[in-house]
Structures are given as C-alpha cells and as structure tokens.
C-alpha cells in the first residue's frame, strides 16, 4: 500500500534535492519535472500519490495504462516510460502525453500510422553502448533523426537515457553528461526539424546526479514511496 503523508514527504524532500542540483549546475529554478513511475503502484493507490500532491506518472506497461488510466486520466499527466513495442502502440498513443524511449523504426511508424494528434516523443539512447540495454547508440542518432523527420504524427522533443545501475550514484554522470553534449549538438543540426529541450534521465539511486546534468524529467519511484510498494 503506498501511505500519501508518506509520499508527500518524500516529494518535499526529493524537490528541495532537486533544487539544489539545479543551483551546483547552474539551471535555472524549477526547471525540473518530477514523474513518479507507477509500474508498481495498484490503481487503487493512484489516489494517495494524487493527495501527497504528485501530478505526473510514468506506466511501464502498455496493459498496466489501459487498466489504471480510466478515472485518473485527467487526475495526471500520463507519460509511458517502458520500452515500446511496435504491436503494443495502439493502446500507447493518444493515451500519454509524452513517450520517453522510443528507439525502433517499427515502433516509429506505428505511431505515425495509430496517432489521431502529434505525439511528443523522447529518443532512447544507449549512451554507454551496453548490449542489455535499449536504445540506439549516439552514431546512429542522426540516422534514426532523419527517419523521424519524414513522419507527420511523431515530434520529437529530447532524448532519454537509461544507464546501468551503479550503487555510486556518481558512476551514471558520464552517461547523463554525454547525453546532454548529444541534446546540444542535436538541436544545432536539427533546427527547425526537432527540438531537444527535454532531458529524460535519472532515477531514485541518481536523479540527484542527473539534474546537474540537466535532466529536466527524472522518474522516481523508490525515492517517493520507500520501497516498492505492494502491486
């Protein structure tokens, strides 16, 4: 069960880290979303992280966002933050907001194909070019940027990363530091086609770390409800 003081708690203090991350990386104030990933939250403790105050949350699971969403679709902004497959698109778009790890040309065409509106979407990039992770590699960024150019219905607006876990938070700086040196270098080369203002990286072991980067979304989960709570 997840306990609402308890996550409200834990959003005070996960927003005042934020905010001095932001400071030692001279962001600007409050340029750092919070998105309580719920993969291990039951639809009937979305209520207590809508009273702690939380008012973004990120599914893994295609089937997880048709079951939870009815009732709280406009309680929060929904975002999908698991890897997308292709054939699960259709219960994908026009549901969230944002889609935070797209990396396949299959899955890209979906979307273009299914999305009844734009959809905003974040490139997966596998910074460290760890063969257990997703995402395209930074030479194959631009590649996969063309291809996304000549779809009507898939705007991308950032890139996302996902490094390995490290107990030292300090060992995922290198990969958010590169992924940032890729948003600079790709909104230059892609003025006009795409923007890369969003920044999606960090989780609850290094979101700290993440936002002197500049992350600008970071997705916590542990952080904000001690645990993993009970499905």
């Known amino acids: 069960m997840v306990d609402a003081a308890f996550v409200r708690d834990a959003l005070s203090e996960a927003r005042s880290q934020i905010a001095a991350a932001e400071l030692r990386g001279g962001r600007v104030q409050g340029s750092t979303s919070i998105l309580a990933a719920v993969k291990y939250v039951s639809r009937d403790d979305l209520a207590a992280l809508a009273d702690a ?3 973004r949350v990120g599914e893994n699971r295609s089937d997880a966002l048709l079951a939870k969403q009815p009732g709280y ?3 929060f902004t929904w975002d999908f933050i698991g890897h997308l497959q292709s054939r699960k698109v259709r219960d994908v778009v026009d ?3 944002l889609i935070h790890a797209l990396s396949s040309e299959s899955a890209a065409r979906q979307i273009d194909e299914r999305a ?3 959809q905003r979407v974040l490139i997966e990039v596998n910074v460290a070019g760890d063969p257990g992770k997703e995402g395209v590699t930074p030479d194959q960024l631009d590649a996969f940027c063309e291809l996304l150019a000549g779809l009507e219905q898939v705007v991308v607006c950032g890139l996302m990363t996902m490094p390995a876990f490290a107990p030292d938070p300090g060992a995922s700086r290198p ?9 600079e270098r790709s909104a230059e080369r892609w003025s006009g086609v795409h ?3 969003e920044l999606s990286m960090g989780t609850s072991q290094d979101f ?5 980067e500049g992350a600008t979304v970071v ?3 542990g952080a904000l409800y001690g645990g993993r709570p009970t499905p």
């Open 53 to 55: 105050g939380v008012t």
């Open 73 to 75: 679709r406009s309680v």
């Open 95 to 97: 549901r969230v907001e």
């Open 116 to 118: 009844t509106r734009p």
């Open 175 to 183: 990969a958010f530091a590169a992924l940032r040196v890729l948003a």
């Open 195 to 197: 923007t890369f203002a």
């Open 208 to 212: 700290v770390v993440a936002v002197e």
């Open 219 to 221: 997705r916590l989960g």
